[in-house]
C-alpha cells in the first residue's frame, strides 16, 4: 500500500512535466583520402528517451546506425558508443573521381525525415518531440576543408576537389 502512494505522485508529476524531446546536436563526416567516413553522431536524451534505452526499448545508436545503412547502401559499423554520443565508420563513403592534377570528392546526400517516421512507431512517440535536424552537421575532407550545414534534415550531395600533389 505504502508503494502505491509513492507510485502515483511520481506519475503525476511525469504527466506534468513538460514533454521533453530527442534531439541531434551535432554529426561530423570526416572523409579519409580513400573515401571512408568516421561519423560523429551527438545527441541530447530526454528522461522518458533515457528509460527507454535503459529498459533496451529503444536504441538511438542501432536506430541511427540501420538509417545510415539504408540511406548509403553500405555495412555501417559502430566504433565506440557514450552517452549521447556514437562514432560509425562506413567503407568508401565518398566517390572519388582524379581527373589530371585533381581529385574529387563526393559524400552522397543524407535525409532524416523517413527517420522521423520510424521513430514516431515507439510506443513513446506521443511523449515527446523528435527533431533530427542537427544543430550543426560538418563534412571535413582530407585536406582539411570543412562544409557546414546549420539545422537542416536534408543533407545534400557534398563535394569537395582538391589539387593532386605532383613531385618534382
Same mark, same amino acid.
Given at each position: 500500500?505504502?508503494?502505491?502512494? $509513492?507510485?502515483?505522485?511520481?506519475? $503525476?508529476?511525469?504527466?506534468?512535466? +513538460?514533454?521533453?524531446?530527442?534531439? %541531434? #546536436?551535432?554529426?561530423?563526416?570526416?572523409?579519409?583520402?580513400?573515401?571512408? %567516413?568516421?561519423?560523429?553522431? #551527438?545527441?541530447?536524451?530526454?528522461?522518458?528517451?533515457?528509460?527507454?534505452?535503459?529498459?533496451? !526499448? %529503444?536504441?538511438?545508436?542501432?536506430?541511427?546506425? %540501420?538509417?545510415?545503412?539504408?540511406?548509403?547502401?553500405?555495412? *555501417?559499423?559502430?566504433?565506440?558508443?557514450?552517452?549521447?554520443?556514437?562514432?560509425?565508420?562506413?567503407?568508401?563513403?565518398?566517390? !572519388?573521381?582524379?581527373?589530371?592534377? *585533381?581529385?574529387?570528392?563526393?559524400?552522397?546526400?543524407?535525409?532524416?525525415?523517413?527517420?522521423?517516421?520510424?521513430?514516431?512507431?515507439?510506443?513513446?512517440? +506521443?511523449?515527446?518531440?523528435? #527533431?533530427?535536424? +542537427?544543430?550543426?552537421?560538418?563534412?571535413?575532407?582530407?585536406?582539411?576543408?570543412?562544409?557546414?550545414?546549420?539545422?537542416?534534415?536534408?543533407? +545534400?550531395?557534398?563535394?569537395?576537389?582538391? #589539387?593532386? *600533389?605532383?613531385?618534382?
Amino acid at each position: 500500500m505504502r508503494l502505491i502512494h $509513492l507510485i502515483i505522485p511520481c506519475l $503525476l508529476i511525469g504527466l506534468i512535466m +513538460p514533454v521533453g524531446a530527442f534531439s %541531434a #546536436d551535432n554529426l561530423d563526416f570526416t572523409i579519409q583520402e580513400n573515401g571512408d %567516413a568516421e561519423i560523429v553522431f #551527438d545527441y541530447t536524451l530526454n528522461w522518458i528517451e533515457r528509460f527507454a534505452v535503459f529498459l533496451r !526499448i %529503444a536504441d538511438p545508436n542501432a536506430e541511427f546506425q %540501420a538509417a545510415l545503412e539504408r540511406a548509403y547502401k553500405k555495412p *555501417v559499423e559502430v566504433q565506440s558508443v557514450t552517452q549521447g554520443s556514437t562514432i560509425f565508420t562506413i567503407e568508401s563513403l565518398a566517390t !572519388i573521381d582524379e581527373t589530371g592534377e *585533381v581529385i574529387r570528392y563526393t559524400v552522397p546526400a543524407l535525409d532524416f525525415s523517413y527517420a522521423e517516421k520510424i521513430l514516431n512507431e515507439y510506443w513513446f512517440a +506521443p511523449l515527446v518531440q523528435v #527533431d533530427l535536424s +542537427p544543430d550543426r552537421t560538418t563534412v571535413t575532407f582530407p585536406d582539411g576543408k570543412i562544409i557546414s550545414y546549420y539545422d537542416v534534415s536534408k543533407i +545534400p550531395a557534398t563535394s569537395h576537389t582538391i #589539387d593532386r *600533389v605532383v613531385a618534382p
